[in-house]
């Protein structure tokens, strides 16, 4: 009975250390390490050179695969091993791997160099911020090139394993993958020329934005949020500086920070905005009641900073890259409406998507109800705000724009809730006052107060001109 209790003394003091020594690594590795782990994954997924890395490991999978399946054929006598093994037509089979490993490697050249081509065209002929997050973290290029990178790797080992007699299964393998590789290129080549293409980009930043925009606001909304008045907070007790390198705020540990708070029995307040620019020792964190007493490593720890703006967490940076597409092509050095127009197509459909949402207010509780964390975030009129103000304004001499953009609020207000309505009158009204501004004959301006989801050709919302230009006649005379 005795020995019993030594050994559950024993047992007991080990399960202590390891709890501890388990709450000693989650601290030092996990929690404060989130924002490295975050890091790491966006650049994972942005890095192109980590693909022929991954390419080396599946090559070697691939080759140790087909020899285990070449012995068990011979083991099953399914085969024997003149007829799976060997092959006598050396010649041959040198001959095709070397076309093989030749076409690969200029598989390879061709597709980084086109690549480099079309960021260039894609910064300059629409935005800069499309690299990021359209071209580089594109899975099907990244995937092409993992597999010629597999097929080069693959037939340069089979080529290097001949003498007089080659494995005829790693010959084989090496012929389908070198098929499957010209296929691939030039699937990647008709695939190229349609992703370089205006309306393929915008929808691409579209479908993002739309990811983005569910995951940051999960639920939906039809009728306008009731908010209790904010509540008046004391002076902080503390406030934590960003100790870090000058960068855009990408992303913050949310579930962290509440858990932190309400560990301490305080208040959280995260002072600056996702996508706002943060600079050296500018307050990062304000800290209410017991919040004081966190560590200030674990505050910062939670918050992810880098040189640009992510859409992780960002639910108006796919506005933002739309909107630059758009005014860059109503600059005059590209003056080319046409892709204004499409990229205010998306900038519908983002709109909607944010009004049917439920836009959460600044405080977030924890599952108490009590107040533990104050993050800002966009509000209905930032968005909307964000969509039109800058289009209207380098957009307002071009006839297809304001049509399109007359089309997009009056289309918001049919299929939004009500409460969205009000910042959608005011932009119909600025609306009114710029091309009452830039259109002085009577004809034109009678155009350009028709909406029209086309810009300028479609069918909606069109009328005789005779009968918007005596509309138009009316109220100019009063």
């Known amino acids: ?5 030594l050994w559950t ?12 020594a388990w709450s000693i690594f989650k601290y030092e590795f996990i929690e404060l390490n989130w924002y490295r782990w975050y890091a790491l994954k966006s650049y994972v997924m942005s890095a192109l050179w980590i693909v022929p890395f991954v390419a080396v490991v599946i090559e070697m999978v691939l080759v140790r695969l087909s020899a285990a399946v070449g012995d068990w054929l011979v083991a099953s006598g399914t085969m024997s091993p003149a007829t799976v093994l060997v092959v006598s037509a050396t010649a041959g089979v040198r001959s095709m791997l070397e076309t093989t490993i030749t076409a690969s490697m200029s598989f390879l050249v061709f597709t980084f160099g086109s690549l480099l081509v079309a960021i260039q065209v894609a910064g300059g002929q629409y935005t800069p911020r499309v690299i990021a997050t359209i071209f580089l973290r594109d ?7 993992g597999l010629f990178v597999v097929t080069l790797l693959f037939a340069m080992r089979t080529l290097r394993q001949m003498d ?4 005829q299964l790693n010959a084989f393998l090496s012929a389908c993958l070198g098929l499957l590789s010209i296929v ?4 990647l080549i008709d695939y190229a020329a349609r992703m370089l293409r205006p309306v393929s ?4 930043v579209g479908e993002s934005g739309l990811a983005v925009i569910r995951s940051v606001y999960p639920e939906q909304s039809s009728h306008p949020r009731t908010h209790e008045p904010s509540r008046k907070l004391p002076p902080p007790d503390r406030i934590v500086v960003h100790a870090g390198a000058s960068g855009s705020v990408l992303a913050v540990n949310l ?3 509440v858990a932190q708070a309400r560990y301490s029995g305080g208040i959280i307040e995260f002072v600056p905005q996702i996508g706002d620019f943060l600079a050296a020792d500018e307050p990062l964190f304000r800290l209410y009641g017991g919040a004081g007493s ?3 490593r674990k505050l910062r720890a939670e918050v992810a900073t880098g040189t640009e703006r992510t859409m992780e967490q960002d639910p108006t940076f796919a506005l933002r890259i739309l909107v630059d597409i758009a005014i860059k092509a109503l600059s005059a050095a590209i003056n080319d409406p046409t892709t204004a127009v499409l990229a205010i197509d998306q900038l519908q459909r983002l709109l909607r998507r944010v009004g049917l949402q439920d836009l959460r207010g600044d405080e977030i509780c924890d599952k108490a109800g009590e107040l533990r964390l104050i993050l800002r975030t966009p509000n209905w009129e930032d968005f909307v705000h964000l969509a039109c103000t800058e289009i209207r304004h380098c957009g307002a001499g071009s006839i297809q724009v304001v049509r399109r953009m007359r089309s997009l609020l009056e289309n918001l207000m049919l299929t939004l809730p009500p409460h969205r309505h009000a910042e959608l009158h005011q932009q119909l009204t600025l609306l009114d006052r710029s091309v009452d501004e830039h259109y002085r004959f009577p004809e034109d301006l009678a155009l350009a107060r028709i909406a029209d989801s086309q810009g300028l050709g479609g069918g909606l919302g069109v009328q005789p001109v005779s009968d918007a230009q005596t509309a138009v006649g009316e109220k100019l005379e009063k």
Not at 1 to 5: A, E, G, L, R
Not at 9 to 20: H, Q, W, Y
Not at 184 to 187: D, N
């Open 1 to 5: 009975m005795k020995q019993q209790t």
């Open 9 to 20: 003394r024993a047992l007991t003091r080990i399960r202590k250390g390891s709890s501890e």
């Open 139 to 145: 899975n099907v290029v990244r995937s092409c090139v």
């Open 164 to 167: 007089e007699t080659v494995h």
């Open 184 to 187: 691939t290129f030039l699937f």
């Open 201 to 204: 980009i915008v929808a691409r």
């Open 255 to 257: 579930k962290a920070l």
């Open 294 to 296: 966190i560590d200030e």
